[in-house]
């Protein structure tokens, strides 16, 4: 009889993921990408995954600014993804883009502004940003005073660094207690493999448009997850099992309905970035 139950709870399980699919073509992307978690069908099991915030809640506030991060442990999201770069004299600053462009009143490279030329810049573009003047690029430590005191989870992206400053990261890292609890994700592999050389003990993640098993590999090697882009999923189901069958955790990016998520956590994803979901 239980194997009966299981059968018919995974039956029932595909047929509401198909429907919520096909209502998520069928009507507006953006109402069901402004669905709570809470309409998962795993968000009211034991392995309902980690929520994180994207860039922040940037479908709400400006991305990787202060009032996102803030705003992400309001919500109540278990994590939040920020990106940070080095400045020309060897500062962590929080941005996404190589070039500051996209969100500052600015023009240029990150990596060709000191901190102080950094700080005269005022975010001028991103979702609520009429709600502020003078609004600054943060300052990593600004970003991590906003998580220090709090149970929400900073998931740090290494954009493009200079690696000679890995170091000092590690030291911001210590000085505010985070090692143990902060993740450490990246394209570039070779920004992971030297810093697990510095830290041995801290959570990296490898993140991977469509990875191959060349990546599972590696993830086994340095003892690092994979984060994924949602839209492989198809292509990547292999590799996937491989990953879980070694022990890499699993997560993927940037999911934006519930239906969606679902399905990710079906194939073992155990960490879901999003724009749009919330708590």
């Known amino acids: 009889m239980l194997k009966k139950h299981k059968k018919l709870f995974i039956a029932l399980t595909v047929i509401a993921l198909l429907i919520a699919s096909a209502l998520a073509v069928a009507f507006s992307h953006e109402l069901f990408t402004t669905l709570p978690q809470d309409l998962s069908l795993f968000s009211h099991m034991e392995n309902a995954p980690m929520l994180v915030a994207h860039r922040g809640l940037s479908s709400l506030y400006p991305e990787n600014s202060i009032p996102a991060f803030e ?12 990106d940070i770069h080095t400045t020309k004299d060897g500062e962590w600053v929080v941005i996404h883009d190589d070039t500051v462009d996209k969100m500052t009143d600015g023009t240029g490279d990150v990596e060709s502004f000191t901190l102080e030329e950094i700080n005269k810049l005022v975010i001028d573009s991103g979702n609520g940003i009429e709600k502020y003047e003078n609004l600054k690029v943060p300052v990593f430590t600004q970003a991590l005073d906003t998580c220090a005191d709090s149970d929400i989870i900073p998931f740090i ?20 207690g985070l090692s143990e609890k902060a993740v450490l994700i990246s394209f570039e592999k070779e920004y992971l493999e030297k810093y697990r050389e510095l830290d041995k003990n801290i959570e990296i993640m490898l993140l991977k448009g469509t ?4 990546d599972v590999d590696w993830c086994i090697k340095y003892n690092a ?40 956590v079906l194939f073992g994803v155990e960490v879901i970035t999003t724009n749009k979901i919330l708590p």
């Open 71 to 82: 705003g992400a442990d309001e919500y109540g999201f278990d994590g939040y993804e920020l």
């Open 157 to 176: 992206e290494i954009k493009k660094c200079d690696v000679r400053y890995l170091p000092e990261l590690k030291n911001i890292l210590d000085e505010y």
């Open 211 to 214: 990875p191959d098993e060349a």
């Open 225 to 264: 997850g994979l984060d994924f882009g949602y839209y492989s999923l198809h292509k990547v189901t292999d590799v996937l099992k491989k990953a879980r069958e070694n022990g890499v955790r699993l997560g993927a990016w940037t999911v934006d309905n519930t239906a969606y998520m679902d399905v990710m």
